[in-house]
């Protein structure tokens, strides 16, 4: 479990909070190590909404096949 965290720690209040999680993230799941650089990129915020709404919804799929799992149980 995780401690409690103040508003202002939400991932998705701050591009570069987001930007850490998902790098701690992706180091954590094994195999390549990703690292920040200083190679600055455009923001392109309609890929990133696309992205954010693929998480969303498989995040909110996994959630509703796991609870349906457990009733089956």
Known sequence: MTAPRSK???IFSQPKLL????IQ???NLGG???EKTKVLTKLD???VNALLNIFAKDYDE???????EQEEE
């Open 19 to 22: 930007k850490t999680w998902a």
């Open 32 to 34: 390549q190590k990703v």
């Open 25 to 27: 993230l992706a180091n």
């Open 8 to 10: 202002d720690s939400n």
């Open 62 to 68: 996994q959630i509703k096949n796991a609870k349906s």
């Open 45 to 47: 915020g309609e890929k």
